[in-house]
């Protein structure tokens, strides 16, 4: 799994999109972009994409789709319209690009496939570069705004009191209890 953090502007969302499904499908791989205001860490999407993955793998999936599957899980929301405040919206907005080559099936760790996947994730970001609407930026992850995550994973200031988890660990609670929720 590849990340972009960057800035985007976007004037059409539906063509946006469009366009990052277009590269995926060049490259085979899934491309989903988030708000990064509501993404603490690497390891909160990489959560996501495994449970996805795993739903996907046993028939239980909400979506179609495994980039929106992504979504959800990474938003810990089982509705589509309510997960979406996670995704990108027409303006400027910081963000993180998730570029991932579907290895589900490589669990026996084939090196070769791997290392096609790792190229493809590659091609597929250095293509994402190119789009007029990616500017490249610095560590968006480096920079949680505690408040607004919170919020949206509604993590009380109580929850926060009286565990010693971090604001990841607790993102990724959440994240994990969509599997329970289903």
């Known amino acids: 799994m590849e990340l972009l953090e960057c800035t985007l502007t976007v004037d059409d969302l539906d063509e946006f999109v469009a366009q990052l499904g277009r590269i995926g499908d060049r490259h085979d791989v899934t491309i989903q972009a988030f708000d990064a205001r509501y993404v603490v860490d690497r390891s909160h999407l990489e959560h996501a994409q495994k449970l996805a993955d795993r739903a996907i793998a046993r028939g239980d999936n909400i979506a179609r789709d495994r980039a929106v599957e992504i979504l959800l899980y990474a938003a810990g929301r089982r509705q589509i319209n309510r997960a979406l405040e996670m ?3 027409v303006g400027e907005t910081d963000a993180i690009i998730l ?4 290895c589900s099936g490589n669990e026996g760790g084939n090196e070769d496939e791997s290392a096609g996947a790792l190229e493809r994730e590659t091609a597929a970001r250095q293509e994402l570069l190119t789009l007029d609407a990616v ?3 610095g560590s968006t992850l480096e920079s949680v705004d505690t408040e607004t995550v919170c919020s ?4 009380t200031d109580t929850e926060r009191a009286t565990t010693d988890a ?8 959440r994240v994990a209890l969509l599997e329970v929720e289903k």
């Open 152 to 155: 949206f994973y509604d993590i």
């Open 87 to 89: 995704g990108i919206d």
């Open 99 to 102: 570029i991932d080559a579907d």
């Open 135 to 137: 500017e490249p930026s």
């Open 166 to 173: 971090s604001l990841s660990d607790l993102v990724r609670e």
